[in-house]
């Protein structure tokens, strides 16, 4: 347990890249380049997929709720961060670091059940195709985005307000990039044994649980998809899972060696370049490995294209 001092902690300081100051604008400049395509990249895919009749199926829908996810989480990191680059420290306050912590939770646990969600439509539409209407209908999708989302809410809610139930008395120094679970708790004077039992568990049951539903589902999959008689439709299921369990890989790849390492397991910089990677580089290439290499994407975009220079032209 950690000695208190008298004072009790009402901001925080984010050292972000601080030891590497000559580096600073470089990665501010690079970071701002990749969160506006983010965002940019994100929203079309939520623009075309929402005006788009075509795309109105559980594939795209689900794929829809995940560029809001992403998008929604690189919001959630992202301005703090390039904040931080742009200053050598940055202080967040106590209730901004709580809001931060809470929707990186969010939108990172509705996530993990949304790629879940995703694997299962996939399994339904490669295994099952024929009853694949009756079995992703309307009601079941809506069933698993409304759960995806309430189990983001409902971690979020009980982690955040369990870590800052904690009393902070200094140092206030995160050595980190954003207020995550495990920078903020290391700052904690308290003893938070049980708190990370539970964190451990509950991890576990949000990142491996889905993950192992995945990795069943693509195993039946695989072997569906070697059955398949014709060549054509074999690439087609092929280049779809691929894109998705691309996402896959590099979103719980991540995720697992930020919240399943222990403690001493990577250093302070190793842990901010992990970071980095599902908050960065995750949301940035959802759109190109899921969806602009899809043709029926791209079909529906030219089509909204050519409807607005029609448009223009009347």
């Known amino acids: 347990m950690k000695k208190q001092n008298q004072s009790s902690v009402v901001e925080f300081i984010l050292l972000g890249f601080s030891n590497f100051p000559e580096l600073q604008k ?21 623009v075309i997929i929402s005006l788009a009749q075509s795309l109105h199926v559980p594939m795209y829908q ?12 690189s919001a959630a990191i992202m301005p703090e961060m390039l904040v931080v680059l742009s200053t050598e420290k940055t202080t967040i306050t106590f209730a901004g670091c709580f809001a931060q912590m809470y929707f990186i ?30 079995i992703m209908n309307k009601n079941v999708f809506m069933k698993l985005v409304m759960f995806s989302w309430a189990s983001g809410i409902m971690v979020a809610t009980v982690q955040t307000t369990w870590v800052f139930s904690f009393p902070f008395c200094g140092p206030n120094e995160i050595n980190h990039l954003s207020c995550e679970t495990p920078a903020v708790l290391e700052l904690a004077c308290a003893d938070t044994f049980f708190f990370e039992i539970y964190a451990f568990t509950g991890t576990i049951l949000i990142i491996l ?42 979103f719980y790849g991540t995720a697992n060696m930020t919240y399943l390492q222990p403690k001493s397991g990577y ?42 220079i029609d448009l223009h032209t009347f």
Request: proline share 5%; net charge positive.
């Open 26 to 46: 470089q990665l501010f400049g690079v970071f701002l380049i990749i969160y506006l395509v983010t965002v940019m990249g994100n929203a079309i895919i939520i």
């Open 209 to 250: 649980v889905p993950f192992l539903l995945i990795l069943l589902s693509y195993v039946r999959i695989l072997f569906a998809i070697l059955k398949m008689p014709s060549n054509t439709g074999r690439q087609k299921a092929f280049s779809t899972c691929a894109s998705h369990l691309t996402s896959v890989t590099l």
């Open 267 to 308: 250093s302070p910089d190793s842990k901010k370049l992990i970071s980095l990677s599902y908050s960065l580089l995750t949301p940035l290439l959802n759109p190109l490995i899921y969806s602009f290499r899809n043709s029926e994407m791209k079909r529906a975009l030219m089509k909204l294209w050519q409807r607005r």
């Open 105 to 134: 939770l969010l939108f990172g646990g509705t996530e993990c059940f949304l790629l879940g969600a995703m694997a299962y439509d996939r399994f339904a539409a490669i295994c099952h195709p024929l009853n694949y209407p009756v």
């Open 62 to 73: 689900f794929l829809l709720n995940l560029s809001v996810v992403e998008v929604s989480f």
